[in-house]
């Protein structure tokens, strides 16, 4: 059974940072464009930042650019998102994704409406003084 397990989240003042992991098992993240999302209860699910498979370009939300770094390990096969200088605005549920078709690091407002294939039980961000 595919899984992404997902860990990192947690609470953090405002300028400080956290790194998300994306893990997964049964599954080769080489292979896809993973995603990361994001959710606030009661907004609609906003992308935050992609990559690509076989190349690893990244791609990011203006809000979160020059701020936010997504990498991979394909030999831990885990994908990261390293958060920077986080603003309260940062607080949501955080939820990584793969696409096999690798199509979701192009589609409108950064994959957030893109059918994910797989996806990571969520970690919560908290931002806040």
């Known amino acids: 059974q595919v899984q992404l397990v997902q860990s990192g989240g947690g609470s953090v003042q405002p300028g400080g940072s956290l790194r998300l992991s994306c893990p997964a098992s049964?599954?080769?993240?080489?292979?896809?464009?993973i995603a990361w999302f994001r959710q606030v209860p009661g907004n609609q699910r906003e992308g935050v930042s992609c990559?690509?498979?076989?190349?690893?370009?990244?791609y990011y939300a203006d809000s979160v650019k020059g701020r936010f770094t997504i990498s991979r390990d394909n030999a831990k096969n885990t994908v990261y998102l390293q958060m920077d200088s986080l603003k309260p605005e940062a607080t949501a549920v955080y939820y990584c994704?793969?696409?096999?078709?690798?199509?979701?690091?192009?589609?409108?407002?950064?994959?957030?409406?893109?059918?994910?294939?797989?996806w990571g039980n969520g970690t919560q961000v908290t931002v806040s003084s």
């Open positions: 994704a793969a696409d096999p078709t690798g199509y979701v690091c192009y589609a409108p407002y950064l994959g957030a409406y893109h059918p994910m294939d797989y």
């Open positions: 990559i690509t498979s076989s190349e690893s370009r990244t």
């Open positions: 049964e599954f080769s993240l080489g292979y896809s464009a």
